[in-house]
């Protein structure tokens, strides 16, 4: 039994440059979510798919900020132009549906210097 | 503005003491979830409540919805090592079905 994976776990980056992360939900699980944590903080939401439709983006992410899930399987979160304030942990989470239980990856931990 | 309050923010109990975490929201709860956190890692699933009055137990782990007081607690009996982390809860005060809201965590650490 296979939980939600994420890849890299940690990841460093210089200002302007751009970068994506990868998160394979649990097999059957039809809704992923992107969330952001930064130091103290509890997750904040970034966006969800329902299979390959992206149906909400919280104000958060801006139009730096693009995901996707194609096939309605495993899901990219690409920011372009990185920027410090982007530093924080990135996580990913899925569910079977609405209001069922969001089971949640390791993580990745992002540096911009 | 926080919309889930976690108190206390941080905890030092000695092992084998029994602890209680609180969160309050300010809006109607539709259902409360609780996870803990390692440092540096992702969240894992430890209970979902969701009727008022709804009580729920794993292994030494207790947490209850109050849902006309807008609460949850979470208590750990006999408190060891493992126990040690950062519990945070989460909710859906939209009734969305997708983005839940969090409260900012407590740190727990349990001393020998």
């Known amino acids: 039994d296979t939980g939600v994976s994420q890849d890299p776990r940690h990841k460093i980056t210089k200002r302007g440059q751009n970068v994506t992360f990868r998160c394979d939900p649990i097999s059957e699980h039809n809704r992923l979510y992107w969330y952001r944590q930064t130091l103290g903080q509890g997750p904040e939401f970034l966006t969800y798919?329902?299979?390959?439709?992206?149906?909400?983006k919280s104000r958060l992410l801006s139009d730096r900020f693009s995901a996707e899930r194609p096939k309605g399987s495993f899901s990219t979160l690409e920011i372009q132009r990185t920027e410090q304030g982007d530093s924080a942990m990135y996580l990913c989470a899925s569910s079977y549906g609405p209001w069922e239980t969001q089971y949640f990856g390791p993580g990745t931990r992002l540096l911009v210097l | 503005s926080q919309e889930l309050e976690q108190s206390p923010q941080s905890l030092i109990v000695q092992e084998g003491k029994n602890l209680t975490i609180n969160c309050t929201s300010s809006k109607t709860l539709y259902g409360l979830y609780w996870y803990k956190q390692k440092y540096g890692e992702g969240l894992i699933f430890l209970m979902m409540l969701q009727k008022g009055g709804e009580e729920k137990s794993h292994e030494k782990i207790t947490a209850k919805l109050d849902e006309k007081k807008q609460q949850s607690s979470l208590h750990i009996t006999a408190s060891q090592p493992s126990h040690a982390g950062i519990y945070l809860c989460g909710a859906d005060q939209k009734r969305s079905g997708y983005a839940l809201n969090f409260g900012k965590g407590t740190s727990l650490l349990v001393t020998p």
């Open positions: 798919f329902q299979n390959e439709a992206q149906l909400e």
